[in-house]
């Protein structure tokens, strides 16, 4: 049962432009992680924002949360070519965590 | 070095067979998962373990077993009952089973069947 629903599923962009991807959920969570994907490798952590958090920052990223809308949003400032990789949202509840299936972000020199 | 690792990288087997996977993990955490993840598509879990000699099933564990004997160990089976079992396969651990925080992936395992 997927709940973290990304969008767009795909996005292009040039080097030193912003990058905003969404992720939409369907019940309640404790908390909301986004993880980053190089191609053929294992996910990595990015940042975990709580249910009682509306943002948070981490270097070049931010994140936002809207409980009432159940959707967050992970903006990436001014991206760089090893930036491009797949980002996926995962939400836990009561369970272990469940994820989207991620937008694959691409960005041009 | 701390850290999860995952053998082999590269899996070939025969329809028919069974095939482990392996996953060891030297960051003294509690719980392990296994994730599978198809072309273009999300992580859909397979089986977790919260605590040793204990794990629940996830979403697909069917065609699948486990074993939980070690702290570090969590070996993954995919056995002749898994009937599209080529895949990219993800080992992960959080510190504890408890309330879901940060999981560490290991570098996946590709499978596939030939």
């Known amino acids: 049962s997927q709940q973290g629903e990304e969008d767009p599923q795909a996005l292009s962009i040039q080097e030193g432009e912003n990058a905003t991807m969404n992720c939409s959920y369907k019940t309640s969570i404790n908390n909301l992680q986004w993880y980053r994907q190089n191609s053929g490798r294992g996910l990595v952590h990015l940042i975990l924002?709580?249910?009682?958090?509306r943002e948070k920052h981490s270097g070049r990223l931010r994140v936002t949360l809207d409980t009432s809308k159940k959707s967050s949003s992970l903006l990436i400032t001014a991206s760089r070519a090893a930036d491009t990789a797949s980002y996926f949202c995962?939400?836990?509840?009561?369970?272990?965590?469940?994820f989207g299936k991620g937008t694959r972000l691409s960005v041009i020199a | 070095d701390g850290g999860i690792t995952q053998s082999p990288k590269y899996l070939f087997r025969k329809e028919g067979q069974n095939v482990t996977l392996s996953c060891e993990q030297n960051l003294n955490h509690d719980a392990m998962y296994w994730y599978r993840q198809d072309p273009g598509q999300g992580l859909r879990l397979i089986y977790y373990s919260q605590i040793v000699n204990d794990f629940q099933k996830g979403d697909i564990a069917e065609g699948y077993s486990v074993s939980r004997e070690k702290k570090e160990s969590f070996p993954l089976t995919v056995t002749s009952a898994q009937k599209n079992p080529t895949a990219f396969y993800l080992c992960a651990s959080t510190p504890s089973g408890g309330a879901p925080d940060t999981q560490y992936f290991g570098p996946g395992t590709r499978l596939t069947v030939l």
């Open positions: 924002i709580r249910s009682n958090e």
């Open positions: 995962a939400t836990s509840g009561n369970t272990p965590l469940v």
